[in-house]
């Protein structure tokens, strides 16, 4: 039954592959088991630039993670050398962490697109990856970025660097499972580390040397790593677990230390029950979450959670009328408020995009008619970077009924009002955008092209401007 459920989910994932929304992967272990793990193309955390220390307390949070849930750690170097150790205490009743005390950095202080230029840094340094998400911590600045399936890896997928030009790869494990490290999708930076996350969690103590952090155990059900919350000195893990009776099952784990985890009550983790969370931002309030739910990808509503702790959350948006048949990929602030995009699932020649006054309260906006074939096209922004009073939207225009070579193409998308959109011309613009930036020593440090960017691969172009 489990192989006739995992070939199911595996025909639907099919139908998405050739439209950059999932795949599902299946293989048999050493008992000759089926296990199925459904791998997700995410974009988390690009709209939101990112300044902490080591010992920062920052309401930070990252998303969408390919890999297995958590239960426990199993022996891995933990930040003071320490072996972790599951825990065995009770599940939390309640949150006891801090309110926020330092969020992200604002980006409406980022300068307009014109005030970026090109640094100049040597291609090769970061070969044919996008990179996918930028913080300082402990005086350094920390990139992380996935190399394209089709370019072979060539080592640990994250950097380190000790100004815009002088960049060094990070060390780390080359291999999980077998499969090496290609992917890492996102940073966060917690008062006992900083973590990144791709189809393994690591966690490192000054940026440049990484361990993993083994989660879960061989008699887990298949799932992922959907998401982390860190607010104050607690970090949330939400992982999802296939299900027969449902499409997933959601569960949370939570530390203060990084080293011992606890079960959350099974009744907070029952809001993210066959979701999915794609995107996560800090607010002055706590968190904002964006992803789609009930059945995820596969009955999509475009959904929107916020918390203030990363424990107890709130969905805020209804299921149905502007949410229905379309997703939430990427949140970001915007001039009025805030901004969501996403691709449509019933009417793919339009984009998807939302935007809200306070995170609460969401209106559909209006998206520009494409110069495409509705009926063979998919257009699917997953990023968002904020520029000044402009917000920036990159992603995916694909159709079928061009030639092949020419059938996935980049766009980019923006509006100044989140009410209205429109199409930019990438061969007008003066420079490539930045997205994934962060700050070092009042410069900012910003990265092109955005993450998933599709068609040929181009190299990484680090972008530099002063705050």
């Not at 099952?249 to 029952?270: E, H, I, L, N, R």
């Not at 930036?437 to 960017?453: C, H, M, Q, Y």
Request: charged share 15%; aromatic share 8%.
């Amino acid at each position: 039954m489990i192989q006739d459920f995992s070939e199911s989910l595996r025909g639907i994932a099919d139908q998405e592959e050739s439209v950059y929304a999932r795949a599902l992967h299946g293989r048999a272990d050493d008992t000759g088991q089926f296990v199925s793990t459904l791998r997700r193309r995410r974009m988390v955390r690009q709209s939101t630039t990112t300044v902490l220390g080591a010992a920062a307390t920052a309401a930070l949070a990252f998303g969408a993670v390919e890999g297995w849930g958590a239960l426990h750690l199993q022996p891995a170097a933990g930040p003071t050398g320490s072996t972790p150790t599951a825990s065995t205490s009770p599940a939390p009743t309640a949150s006891t962490s801090p309110a926020p005390t330092e969020s992200a950095i604002n980006n409406a202080s980022l300068p307009a697109l014109g005030q970026w230029q090109d640094a100049g840094v040597d291609p090769s340094v970061f070969g044919l990856v996008t990179i996918r998400d930028a913080v300082t911590f402990g005086g350094r600045a920390v990139v992380v970025g996935c190399t394209p399936g089709t370019a072979t890896v060539a080592g640990f997928p994250a950097w380190v660097g000790a100004g815009p030009t002088s960049w060094t790869r990070a060390q780390g494990p080359a291999a999980v499972d077998g499969q090496p490290v290609g992917c890492l999708e996102d940073l966060v930076v917690t008062p006992f580390g900083l973590f990144a996350q791709g189809s393994s969690l690591f966690r490192s103590v000054d940026g440049v040397t990484w361990d993993q952090v083994v989660l879960g155990s061989s008699s887990d059900a298949p799932g992922s790593v959907d998401a982390a919350f860190a607010v104050g000195n607690r970090l949330t893990v939400l992982v999802s677990r296939m299900s027969l009776a449902e499409s997933t099952k959601a569960s949370m784990y939570t530390t203060t230390d990084g080293v011992t985890w606890t079960s959350a009550p099974a009744a907070a983790a029952a809001i993210f029950d066959n979701a999915e969370v794609d995107s996560v931002i800090a607010t002055s309030d706590g968190l904002l979450a964006v992803g789609a739910s009930p059945g995820g990808s596969f009955v999509p509503t475009a959904a929107v959670w916020v918390s203030a702790d990363g424990l107890t959350w709130q969905r805020v948006t209804p299921v149905g009328g502007g949410f229905a048949d379309a997703y939430m990929y990427a949140v970001s602030t915007a001039p009025n408020g805030f901004v969501a995009v996403g691709p449509n699932s019933g009417n793919a020649g339009r984009i998807a995009a939302w935007s809200s006054p306070d995170g609460v309260t969401w209106t559909r906006a209006t998206t520009p008619a494409e110069q495409v074939n509705a009926s063979t096209a998919y257009l699917a922004p997953r990023s968002l970077t904020r520029l000044g009073g402009t917000v920036y939207a990159a992603g995916l225009d694909s159709d079928s009924s061009r030639p092949q070579q020419d059938g996935d193409r980049p766009a980019l998308w923006s509006t100044t009002n989140g009410a209205t959109w429109q199409r930019v011309d990438l061969a007008g613009l003066p420079t490539p955008v930045p997205f994934a930036v962060t700050e070092l020593n009042g410069t900012l440090i910003g990265f092109s092209p955005a993450a998933d960017w599709p068609g040929p691969a181009e190299p990484v172009h680090v972008l530099t401007a002063t705050g």
